[in-house]
């Protein structure tokens, strides 16, 4: 008989996950009934809020529950359907458990073009990710032509968008990410204008003082912690933060004061988080332009993926040590 597999949230990390918070189970390949429709996951994304899934206690998601499934969003192929216009063959985005194959009832799911960009692009550039970088861009940190631009994790999923978004608006834009590699890809590759390795340097507020010399009017902040403190002396009179993640502060095992001095009343500053879902209604006005700029190789993106479904845990820690460059997705089957 075949079998499925599944993951399933086993226990709740203490600090950095290990990956042993997840088990792997084999089951019965589920059946579909009626209006519904069997699908095998081609590609499953990992990324950052998941931490915060694996807490007890609340964050913008709810957690999840020990002995459950955890999800992920997701990219697959109709194996079968009794869904009317989702045939056989499909390939489809949405959001289901860490498994090889789900039942769906076709709620949630996005048909994917297969001439258009690879199918995973729909986890990164095309989906979430790209979604965060375009609305907390214009919509959060609103650049100007001139503006000094930082963008911290500026090699990651949201990060290298972000950048380019904002040189695309006429920015000065000045990446911060984390080994040597990603700072190369940064200036030679997407064209920043500066990148700073925070990890390298044994003083980054001066580094990033000499790469912002008239300072900072729009910051996109993706980490928190320590980069965000160094950034936070720069920001200029009437500076713009637009708080999209603190990664650095997801392992964290009790909630430690920010160490950010920000000038907020002499230096007028605005900063204001924001979550990709409140943007909801305009998703497909962003999609379209995102894809347009993708196929016209105005916006480029780079994806770290890694084979295996049992290389999801693995791919999910990763995120918090710097591992992936660009999107980090999970190649689960080819479609
Ligand atoms: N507000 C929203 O709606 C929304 C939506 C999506 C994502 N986010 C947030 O946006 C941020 C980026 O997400 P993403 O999916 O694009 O992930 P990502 O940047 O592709 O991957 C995470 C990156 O964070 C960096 N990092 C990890 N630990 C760090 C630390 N302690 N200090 C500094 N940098 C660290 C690593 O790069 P280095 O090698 O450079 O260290 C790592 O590659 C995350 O904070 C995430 O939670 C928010």
Known sequence: MALNRRYVFAQRPHGM?????????EEAMPSPGRNQALIRSCYLSVDPYMRGRMREGPSYAP????????????????????IVGLPVGSLVAGTWDWAEYVL????????????????????????????????????????????????????????????QLAKQAGCRVVGIAGTKEKIDFLREELAFDAAVDYRAEGDLKGALRDACPTGVDAYFDNVGGAVTAAVAPLMNTHGRVAVCGQIATYNQTRREPPDVAWDLVGRRLRIEG??????????????????????????????????????????????FKGSNFGKQVVKVYAP
């Open 274 to 319: 924001f979550l990709v879902s409140d943007f909801q209604p305009r998703f497909a006005e962003a999609l379209a332009r995102l894809e347009h700029w993708v196929l016209s190789g105005r916006l480029r993106y780079r994806e770290t993926i890694v084979e295996g479904f049992e290389r999801m845990p693995e791919a999910l820690v990763g995120l």
């Open 63 to 82: 957690p999840w529950q020990v002995g459950e499934s955890p999800t992920a969003g997701a990219v697959g192929r109709v194996e079968a359907s009794d």
């Open 17 to 25: 996950p290990t990956g042993e918070e997840f088990e792997l189970v």
């Open 104 to 163: 769906s009832d076709g709620h949630g799911l996005r048909r994917l073009d297969p001439s258009g960009a690879p199918p995973q692009a729909a986890l990164g550039v095309l989906g979430m990710p790209g979604l965060t970088a375009y609305f907390g861009t214009f919509d959060v940190a609103r650049p100007r032509a001139g503006d000094t631009f930082v963008v911290s994790a500026a090699a990651g999923a949201v990060g290298s968008l972000a950048g």
